[in-house]
């Protein structure tokens, strides 16, 4: 069993449409937790960080529950520039684990 | 803040030869860098970890010996690709954390290797 699975996607949604991406971990000594963005062919840029009582920045809620070890990112009212791979990070001191990443798509 | 430099960004190189990378930290220390292998429509693959004055933590199945990661300073790593084959072509990706903060990582651009 991989230690960070993802929703294997792809995703391909009308702008406008809101849509959620789920993530498992199975190392519950992990320390914290990560939503990275990475577009074709460059570098993961980090979109926001996870926390236990879920924050949300803009258009985009992440929620971690970690007794299920679980953690999800929510994006509505999709652009097309949210059109990338979403790649879910969970971290131990100095151990960074990605999962497989899932494709989203937005279309006029 | 936390800007990561890699270079080169592309390289191509003959088979049996030898290609460094450098990542560098350049506006903070990094006393930990990883390196990082993905290959096409695929995740990122943990590599090795690097610590500055010591020898590199290698992940199963990565060969130390023909990956050669050298961290001499807090602010450069470097990543040798020796000897290589066509196989070994992939693109390659550092990242770095400062030290004692919790912000997640910071990549470098990647270097994107092809061996012909």
């Known amino acids: 069993r991989k230690e960070v699975e993802q929703d294997p996607g792809p995703f391909n949604v009308p702008e406008g449409a809101t849509v959620a991406f789920n993530c498992t971990y199975s190392n519950s000594a992990s320390q914290s937790f990560f939503w990275y963005r990475q577009d074709c062919r460059k570098e993961p840029k980090l979109l926001m960080s996870v926390y236990s009582s879920g924050n949300e920045d803009g258009r985009f809620t992440a929620q971690l529950n970690r007794a299920s070890q679980y953690i999800s990112l929510l994006i509505r009212d999709s652009k097309l520039s949210d059109s990338a791979t979403y790649l879910c990070?969970?971290?131990?001191?100095?151990?960074?684990?990605f999962g497989a990443g899932t494709r989203l798509t937005v279309k006029p | 803040g936390a800007v990561v430099s890699q270079h080169p960004s592309w390289v191509i190189c003959k088979s049996g030869t030898s290609v460094k990378i450098e990542c560098r930290s350049l506006?903070?220390?990094?006393?930990?860098m990883f390196w990082y292998r993905q290959f096409p429509k695929q995740s990122l693959m943990l590599m090795a970890t690097s610590n500055e004055g010591s020898k590199a933590t290698y992940e199963q199945g990565v060969e130390k010996d023909k990956f050669l990661i050298n961290h001499a300073s807090l602010t450069l790593s470097t990543l040798t690709v020796t000897s290589a084959h066509p196989e070994d072509s992939s693109f390659y990706i550092c990242?770095?954390?400062?030290?004692?903060?919790?912000?997640?990582?910071?990549f470098g651009s990647g270097t994107r290797l092809t061996v012909v």
């Open positions: 506006d903070f220390q990094a006393t930990t």
């Open positions: 990242s770095a954390s400062r030290q004692g903060i919790d912000y997640g990582y910071t």
């Open positions: 990070v969970v971290n131990r001191v100095n151990d960074m684990r």
